[in-house]
T-cell receptor, first 117, second 112 residues
Framework: GAVVSQHPSRVICKSGTSVKIECRSL??????MFWYRQFPKQSLMLMAT?????????EQGVEKDKFLINHASLTLSTLTVTSAHPEDSSFYIC?????????????FGSGTQLSVL | KNQVEQSPQSLIILEGKNCTLQ??????????LRWYKQDTGRGPVSLTI?????NTKSNGRYTATLDADTKQSSLHITASQLSDSASYIC???????????FGAGTRLFVKA
C-alpha cells in the first residue's frame, strides 16, 4: 500500500516554542490530508482537513491560529503548533486520502508524540 | 446523528484463542467501513475495507463482516498472537463530503 511518512516521531519542547510536524506521501500524490490528535486511550479526533493549494478546514473547537496547516504541494502537508503549552502535549497523526471510484482509502503516518514542558 | 460505537471497550484473551470485536454505526449515507489496527504510539494500519455490497473481507487471520441492513460490522481474529495486542478502530465513511467517523476503538490484550 501507499506510504505516508511523518516526522518527527517524537519531540520535546519548552512551553512557548513552536513545533512543526511534516507529513509526506512518498509514492503517491495526496490532494487531501488530514490531521488528528489522540489522547491516551482515546480514539483519533480530527483536527483539520488540509487541501493542496487552499486553506485548511478546521473542525469545531480547533484554533486555526494555534495549529497552522500548510499544504503547499501534493506530497507534503505540515502542522505547526504555535506557542506550545503543556496542554498541547498529545499524539498527532496525519493521514492522506486516495480517492477511488467507489471508495476512498486513508493511509496514516506513524504519528508524532509531542511533549511540552 | 452519525455515530460509530465499538464494543467491547477492552478485551483480554489468551494466546491462541479467537475473538470478535463489534462495530455498530448510524452513519448515512454509508460509503465504506474500515478496520484499523493501531499499536501503542503508532499510526493506524489498515486491515480491511468494505463497501455496502460486501459482506465479508479477510486479511490473514483477520476477517471482517458487514451487515449493511442492521449497520453492524465485526472483526474476527483467529488464533490470536501476542502481537495482536493493540487497539482496533472501526472507521465509517459517508458520502456527501467524504466525512469519516472514527469509533473509540477496542483495546485488545493477548496474554501468553
Amino acid at each position: 500500500g501507499a506510504v505516508v511518512s511523518q516526522h518527527p516521531s517524537r519531540v520535546i519542547c519548552k512551553s512557548g516554542t513552536s513545533v512543526k510536524i511534516e507529513c509526506r506521501s512518498l509514492d503517491f500524490q495526496a490532494t487531501t490530508m488530514f490531521w488528528y490528535r489522540q489522547f491516551p486511550k482515546q480514539s483519533l479526533m480530527l483536527m483539520a482537513t488540509s487541501n493542496e493549494g487552499s486553506k485548511a478546514t478546521y473542525e469545531q473547537g480547533v484554533e486555526k491560529d494555534k495549529f497552522l496547516i500548510n499544504h503547499a504541494s501534493l506530497t507534503l502537508s505540515t502542522l505547526t503548533v504555535t506557542s506550545a503549552h503543556p496542554e498541547d502535549s498529545s499524539f498527532y497523526i496525519c493521514s492522506a486520502r486516495v480517492a477511488g471510484r467507489f471508495n476512498e482509502k486513508l493511509f496514516f503516518g506513524s504519528g508524532t508524540q509531542l511533549s511540552v514542558l | 446523528k452519525n455515530q460509530v460505537e465499538q464494543s467491547p471497550q477492552s478485551l483480554i484473551i489468551l494466546e491462541g484463542k479467537n475473538c470478535t470485536l463489534q462495530c455498530n454505526y448510524t452513519v448515512s449515507p454509508f460509503s465504506n467501513l474500515r478496520w484499523y489496527k493501531q499499536d501503542t504510539g503508532r499510526g493506524p494500519v489498515s486491515l480491511t475495507i468494505m463497501t455496502f455490497s460486501e459482506n465479508t473481507k479477510s486479511n490473514g487471520r483477520y476477517t471482517a463482516t458487514l451487515d449493511a441492513d442492521t449497520k453492524q460490522s465485526s472483526l474476527h481474529i483467529t488464533a490470536s498472537q501476542l502481537s495482536d495486542s493493540a487497539s482496533y478502530i472501526c472507521v465509517v465513511t459517508y458520502t456527501g463530503g467524504f466525512k469519516t467517523i472514527f469509533g473509540a476503538g477496542t483495546r485488545l490484550f493477548v496474554k501468553a
